[in-house]
C-alpha cells in the first residue's frame, strides 16, 4: 500500500521521467525512437524467415494458424520481458545522481523504466492484432485476457527487477549474468518451438516452472485458443504463488540494501 502511494503521489514526476527515459535511450542515433521498435520487428522477420522459410516449422496443432501470428505472441510478451529486466537491473547505477538525494523515493526509478518499455509493447500488441486480422483471426473477448497477462508480466519483472538492481549496485556484474541468463531464457521457453513437441516426456513439467511459460502459453492460449487463464488450473496457481514469494523476497532484499546505496554509488 506504501508503495502505491508513492506512485500516485509521484504519477506526473514518473511520466515526465519515464518519456525522457524512452528519448534518451536512443540519443546519440540519426532515427532515435524509431529504433525502439525497428529492432523488434526486424528480429521477428529473421526469426519467421529461419524457421518458416529456411526450416519449414510450422504452427503447431492443426496447420490453420499462420506461423508469423504464432511466432509473434510467443516473441511479444518475451520482448517486453526481457527488455524490462535489463534496463531495471542497472537502474540505480544509471541514475545513481537521484538515489544519493535523502528527498527523492527511489522507489520510483524501476518504474519509470517499466514505462518506457511499455510504451513500445502496447505498439507491437497494436502491431500484432493487425497482423492477425490481416489473417482472418479478429478480436473476440477472449482478446481481454492481454491485460491480464500483461500484468502478470509487470508484477514478474518488477520483483525480479527490484531484487536484481538492488543487487547490482554491490555486484557490478549483476548485468551481465542477468543477459546471458535472458538468453538461455529464450531457448528454454517455448518461444520459437512448441511444448507440444515434448508434453509427455519426464522433464516437461519443469519447463513449467519457467514463469514466462505461463505468461508466453497465456498469450496464445488467448489469442488463438479462446481459452481463459482460471482454466489452466495449477499452472495460474504456482505462478501467483511464485509472483507472492518473489515479492516478499524483492521487498526484504530492497529496503535491507536500500540504506547503503548512497555509500557504494
Same mark, same amino acid.
Given at each position: 500500500m506504501r #508503495?502505491? !502511494?508513492i506512485l500516485k503521489e509521484n504519477s506526473k514526476l514518473i511520466w515526465f521521467l519515464s518519456v525522457d527515459d524512452l528519448k534518451k535511450r536512443y540519443a546519440g542515433s540519426a532515427l532515435g525512437i524509431f529504433w525502439a521498435f525497428v529492432q523488434?520487428?526486424? /528480429?521477428?522477420l529473421i526469426y519467421w524467415f529461419v524457421f518458416q522459410v529456411g526450416l519449414k516449422s510450422t504452427a503447431p496443432g492443426n496447420g490453420n494458424i499462420p506461423f508469423i501470428v504464432w511466432i509473434m505472441c510467443g516473441l511479444i510478451p518475451w520482448f517486453f520481458f526481457s527488455d524490462c529486466l535489463n534496463t531495471i537491473t542497472n537502474v540505480f547505477i544509471e541514475y545513481s545522481y537521484l538515489v544519493k538525494?535523502?528527498?527523492? &523515493?527511489?522507489e520510483i526509478l524501476p518504474v519509470i523504466k517499466l514505462i518506457s518499455c511499455l510504451v513500445v509493447h502496447l505498439f507491437f500488441i497494436l502491431l500484432l492484432l493487425l497482423v492477425m486480422a490481416v489473417f482472418g483471426y479478429f478480436p473476440t473477448i477472449s482478446?481481454? !485476457?492481454i491485460l491480464y497477462y500483461l500484468f502478470c508480466s509487470i508484477a514478474?519483472?518488477? @520483483? =525480479?527487477g527490484y531484487i #536484481? @538492481? @538492488?543487487?547490482?549496485? #554491490?555486484?557490478?556484474d549483476m548485468g551481465q549474468f542477468v543477459q546471458v541468463a535472458l538468453q538461455a531464457g529464450m531457448w528454454l521457453t517455448p518461444i520459437l518451438w512448441a511444448f @507440444? /513437441?515434448?508434453?509427455? &516426456?519426464?522433464?516437461a513439467p519443469i519447463f513449467k516452472l519457467n514463469p514466462m511459460f505461463y505468461i508466453v502459453e497465456g498469450y496464445r492460449t488467448a489469442l488463438l485458443d479462446g481459452i481463459w487463464f482460471w482454466e489452466r488450473g495449477w499452472v495460474t496457481v504456482y505462478f501467483w504463488a =511464485?509472483? =507472492?514469494l518473489l515479492t516478499i523476497v524483492a521487498n526484504y532484499v530492497f529496503n535491507k540494501l536500500r540504506p547503503h546505496f548512497a555509500d557504494v554509488l
Open positions: #508503495f502505491l !502511494q523488434p520487428c526486424v /528480429t521477428i538525494k535523502v528527498v527523492f &523515493n527511489i482478446f481481454l !485476457q514478474l519483472v518488477l @520483483s =525480479l #536484481f @538492481s @538492488s543487487i547490482a549496485v #554491490f555486484f557490478r @507440444s /513437441t515434448i508434453e509427455g &516426456n519426464w522433464f =511464485l509472483i =507472492l
